[in-house]
Antibody, heavy 116, light 112 residues
Framework: QVQLKESGPGLVQPSQTLSLTCTVS????????VHWVRQPPGKGLEWVGA???????DYNSALKSRLSISRDTSKSQVFLKMNSLQTEDTAIYFC??????????WGQGTLVTVSS | DVVLTQTPVSLSVTLGDQASISCRSS???????????LEWYLQKPGQSPQLLIY???NRFSGVPDRFIGSGSGTDFTLKISRVEPEDLGVYYC?????????FGSGTKLEIK
């Protein structure tokens, strides 16, 4: 069955780089897009970016200069890298897969806290 | 960027009553292929969001027919008839027609 699981450091220092991994199973990255969505504590959802089935990427315009999304199809993994982290980047980060033109499958999310 | 304005911000509903949530877009959400990439999600407390409606009015697998999406262009509505306890949470509209993709700010549904 389809599964997505986020993993990452939990705590990142300000100005450092965040690296997250989304490990997927039950579907192919070459046939499906995977997106990242984040949610600051107590706040709403924010679309972060995506890697499409062909490998192209799209990013939230406010994060574009700091963000990179890539993948390793052989390992069924999608990576998010965001540099120059600030406290406002503290959030739960979800990865999600589109099916039927919508986010049909979600990971459980991973909390990233930016703090010294 | 496309701005999705959801109203109301919060909603308190008696069990069995109807709830209605509006999502207004700053631009038409009809794509050049004629499809409208407007979706609705529910995030229950402590959980990941879950898909309710895609393509304005199509219910995702397993979603009760109490959930009805409608609208076109820039104005969209999610109606929940006969609200049940498991419907509480925050509802978000989302558009994937224009890049970058964007969420609405959310509507919190509480049960009276």
């Amino acid at each position: 069955q389809v599964q997505l699981k986020e993993s990452g450091p939990g705590l990142v220092q300000p100005s450092q780089t965040l690296s997250l991994t989304c490990t997927v199973s039950g579907f192919s990255l070459t046939s499906n897009s995977v997106h990242w969505v984040r949610q600051p504590p107590g706040k709403g959802l924010e679309w972060v970016g995506a890697i499409w089935s062909g490998g192209s990427t799209d990013y939230n315009s406010a994060l574009k200069s700091r963000l990179s999304i890539s993948r390793d199809t052989s390992k069924s993994q999608v990576f998010l890298k965001m540099n120059s982290l600030q406290t406002e980047d503290t959030a739960i980060y979800f990865c999600t897969r589109r099916k039927l033109g919508a986010f049909a499958y979600w990971g459980q999310g991973t909390l990233v806290t930016v703090s010294s | 960027d496309v701005v999705l304005t959801q109203t109301p911000v919060s909603l308190s509903v008696t069990l069995g009553d109807q709830a209605s949530i509006s999502c207004r877009s700053s631009q038409s959400l009809e794509y050049s292929d004629g499809y409208t990439y407007l979706e609705w999600y529910l995030q229950k407390p402590g959980q990941s969001p879950q898909l309710l409606i895609y393509g304005v009015s199509n219910r995702f697998s397993g979603v009760p027919d109490r959930f009805i999406g409608s609208g076109s262009g820039t104005d969209f509505t999610l109606k929940i008839s006969r609200v049940e306890p498991e419907d509480l949470g925050v509802y978000y509209c989302f558009q994937a027609t224009h890049d970058p993709l964007t969420f609405g700010s959310g509507t919190k549904l509480e049960i009276k």
